[in-house]
């Protein structure tokens, strides 16, 4: 199995600068899992051939995953699936203007047949979710990845275990 650590196998593209403080909760789940992604402001807007020339050349470069951040329109996550055989994963981001982010999440998951986007929750939950979902991605070809998921998985359980035995303390 090849094993992704300092690969650049997961790209993490940004439709504006604004998008990064929501988006570095993905970057740096990334990083924690030995992921170092390839990280762009790509407008499918305001450049479009940059979008469309990104998103065809990406598994030449070898990227396996590319996660799209966009708000308000948010065709960034559909014009990279439009040019790409990779799994696309968008996150709708929430504008300061607009409905609170549910029209970037309805342009992100109403994709036409045959162009899937997996689309995740609006905003840093979302973020921090379409890395673990990458992660799973990669993990598919990859027993090292899986190791961590799981090792990632059991710790999560753990936290929670925890907690309800120091709450059940308290109010028993």
């Given at each position: 199995?090849?094993?992704?650590?300092?690969?650049?196998?997961?790209?993490?593209?940004?439709?504006?600068?604004?998008?990064?403080?929501?988006?570095?909760?993905?970057?740096?789940?990334?990083?924690?899992?030995?992921?170092?992604p390839v990280v762009r402001i790509i407008s499918a807007h305001r450049t479009?051939?940059?979008?469309?020339?990104?998103?065809?050349?990406?598994?030449?470069?070898?990227?396996?995953?590319i996660i799209a951040a966009a708000g308000m329109a948010a065709?960034?996550?559909?014009?990279?699936?439009?040019?790409?055989?990779?799994?696309?994963?968008?996150?709708?981001?929430?504008?300061?203007?607009?409905p609170n982010g549910m029209d970037a999440l309805l342009s992100t998951v109403q994709m036409p047949p045959g162009v899937p986007v997996a689309s995740m929750a609006i905003g840093k939950t979302g973020a921090k979710n379409a890395a673990i979902f990458a992660l799973q991605i990669l993990a598919l070809c990859d027993d090292a990845m899986k190791d961590r998921l799981l090792d990632y998985r059991r710790a999560q359980s753990e936290k929670v275990t925890q907690k309800d035995a120091e709450i059940s303390k308290k109010y028993l």
């Open positions: 199995m090849v094993s992704h650590e300092k690969i650049k196998s997961v790209a993490v593209v940004m439709g504006s600068d604004s998008d990064l403080p929501t988006m570095e909760s993905c970057i740096d789940q990334l990083k924690d899992f030995g992921i170092d479009p051939e940059a979008a469309a020339e990104f998103a065809q050349t990406a598994a030449d470069k070898g990227i396996k995953v065709h960034l996550a559909g014009a990279m699936a439009a040019k790409s055989h990779l799994p696309i994963i968008g996150v709708p981001m929430q504008a300061k203007e607009g």
